[in-house]
């Protein structure tokens, strides 16, 4: 649920999808804060590129955290990493209320990009706040492509985001994200 008048943290990796969380939220003027995590992923350093580039365009604040720790990826998944990463915002309010979002969005087949991970997550969420953080995923029913077409027409500058997981500075250009990368450039 889309709560008008609250703040937002973004959680952003620095791909199409958190560059559109970006303009989606400031266009609604809200005033939207970013999150990026340090998790040891392959794709760090062209990740935290982005991220910077991302938040200085669009002159947001950002956070960083390390993690301290590797998440475990096996079959192109890793493991539990969008709710350890919201677990991880939320761990550092400085209040009680708060309001997450997350770039998630259909055509993947991982549960934790999926209605029921939300529902599941902002279950845990009001465990812990009693109902006063939620966690929003507004692109949860677009596909890669309708949210490539949001971008062109929020005029989202798509050219400084990274889409790789497999190397840190330049893509590979043979991972799923690249592939899926190169299919949406090659579309428009």
Do not use: W
């Not at 990463?85 to 259909?106: D, Y």
């Not at 490539?148 to 027409?153: D, L, N, R």
Request: net charge neutral.
């Amino acid at each position: 649920m889309l709560q008008p008048d609250a703040d937002v943290n973004l959680l952003l990796g620095g791909g199409i999808d958190s560059a559109a969380l970006i303009a989606f939220y400031l266009s609604r003027g809200l005033t939207v804060r970013g999150i990026h995590f340090n998790y040891n992923q392959p794709s760090f350093k062209g990740e935290r590129r982005a991220v910077l580039a991302l938040t200085q365009h669009y002159n947001i604040s950002l956070t960083t955290i390390d993690l301290g720790l590797k998440i475990v990826r096996t079959q192109g998944e890793y493991h539990c990493r969008n709710a350890t990463l919201l677990l991880a915002s939320a761990s550092i309010l400085p209040t009680k209320q708060g309001r997450f979002a997350i770039g998630i969005h259909a055509g993947t087949p991982y549960y934790d990009c999926s209605k029921a991970f939300l529902e599941d997550i902002q279950r845990i969420f009001d465990g812990y706040f009693a109902g006063s953080v939620q966690v929003e995923a507004p692109f949860v029913e677009f596909t890669k492509k309708d949210i490539f077409k949001y971008c062109k027409i929020a005029k989202v500058p798509i050219e400084i985001t990274f889409s790789c997981e497999r190397r840190g500075d330049i893509p590979c250009g043979e991972c799923p994200l690249c592939l899926d990368r190169r299919a949406l450039d090659e579309s428009f």
